[in-house]
């Protein structure tokens, strides 16, 4: 097996060190030795003795010798073009760009099957969690009903901090920049679009079927104050950005959003960068994946993994569904917070000084905000 990997940021360069120093186990295990032939990036690393370095991807996927592409630039422009290219040279693929699967991932998995190439994906999702291999095998005798999880390993840590440090959330996103845990384009963590990328692929698979990412209205922590956490507490939950993916009447129901956990639940525990993924079968009932979601070594070992895989014959399926449609799940239970006394009915109540505070039963947005028109108000959905 000879291997090219393509982008040598903090995973690519875990790919590289992991290939180097697993050499000969790896080879053991697939009964065949692995050279890692090529690292291509625009900037030089120092490279172990042996790996060719390149600036152009096109020497990686034109090599005749190579026999599994990586990618890991990210991305869903040129990103696009190395995995296709690589799929029509013939070569098989390995690529952690949850974006570009949410968005492309239909024309990607139908080059793939007619290249009759592996295309593997594990880390695009909760890192090192080995979930997607669970969803492709270990849950095939099962329909999945719903899939559910913190997905985002940046927004986790920042209302982690919040409140184990009392902070604002301007301190405490401060503090994760400074760490290097916010992506170049912060929206994407804070907005809650890198969740719904994975949400998208957990989704996808989960309910074999094909889905407009385009359709998916992400929100995300911005407008997590602390004196909304701190009443939360009280009442017994913790506000997390919670990524849900659910069957609806006439689709799928996909929703990104800051969400009050209760405190008897795992998830709600779920602290610091960590990730944590539920899968409701109608065989296993629940199942839980709980890990670090990033991290040089923990998203490269998942790339291995799937370098690893590239030797077995059976194909992952992707022969979904189309058309589907992608709808916003907007029956839930409500937080509000407001100022005023509402006029409406509420499981729990609590007041704080000028706050009045609502815990609602399950009701349609809609038929919620209606009650609501004319009052200034803060609303999260609440879950368990």
């Not at 099957?113 to 592996?118: A, G, S």
């Not at 880390?123 to 969803?135: C, D, R, T, W």
């Not at 390993?153 to 301007?170: A, P, Q, R, V, W």
């Not at 890990?291 to 059976?314: F, L, N, P, W, Y």
Request: with cysteine; aromatic share 8%; proline share 2%.
């Amino acid at each position: 097996m000879k291997i090219g990997v393509i982008g040598l940021g903090t995973v690519g360069f875990g790919v590289v060190d992991i290939l180097s120093k697993e050499k000969d186990r790896l080879a053991k295990a697939i009964q065949e030795e692995v050279v890692l032939k090529y690292a291509c990036g625009l900037e030089e690393i120092e490279l172990p003795e042996g790996i060719l370095y390149t600036k152009d991807y096109k020497e990686v996927v034109n090599d005749p010798e190579v026999d599994v592409v990586v990618e890991l630039i990210g991305g869903t422009t040129i990103a696009k073009s190395i995995i296709l290219e690589s799929i029509y040279n013939k070569k098989h693929v390995v690529t952690a760009n949850k974006a570009l699967l949410a968005h492309d991932g239909k024309e990607i998995f139908k080059a793939a099957k007619e290249n009759n190439v592996h295309i593997f994906y594990e880390a695009s999702v909760g890192g090192g969690i080995p979930v997607l291999v669970s969803q492709k095998e270990s849950f095939i005798a099962n329909n999945t009903l719903e899939i559910a999880g913190i997905l985002n390993g940046t927004t986790n840590f920042i209302l982690s901090l919040m409140e184990k440090d009392n902070l604002s959330f301007e301190e405490a996103l401060q503090i994760a920049s400074d760490l290097g845990y916010v992506e170049a384009n912060p929206a994407l963590d804070l907005d809650g679009v890198d969740a719904a990328h994975k949400i998208a692929i957990l989704a996808m698979n989960g309910f074999e079927t094909y889905a407009p990412f385009d359709d998916i209205q992400p929100s995300g922590i911005r407008n997590v104050t602390k004196l909304d956490m701190d009443i939360a507490f009280k009442l017994g939950y913790r506000i997390k950005l919670i990524a849900q993916a659910k069957l609806v009447p006439g689709g799928i129901g996909i929703d990104v959003g800051a969400t009050l956990v209760s405190l008897e639940s795992l998830v709600a525990n779920v602290m610091g960068s960590y990730n944590v993924v539920e899968i409701n079968g109608d065989y296993v009932n629940d199942i839980v994946y709980y890990g670090r979601g990033a991290g040089r070594h923990v998203t490269a070992s998942a790339v291995v993994s799937d370098i690893m895989k590239t030797v077995q014959e059976r194909r992952w399926n992707h022969d979904y569904k189309e058309g589907t449609k992608v709808f916003p799940i907007t029956l839930s239970k409500y937080y509000i917070r407001s100022s005023s006394v509402l006029p409406i009915e509420f499981l729990e109540y609590y007041s704080e000084k000028d706050n009045h505070v609502y815990i609602v039963d399950e009701i349609e947005l809609s038929k919620l905000k209606q009650k609501l028109e004319g009052f200034e108000y803060v609303l999260f959905k609440v879950r368990g």
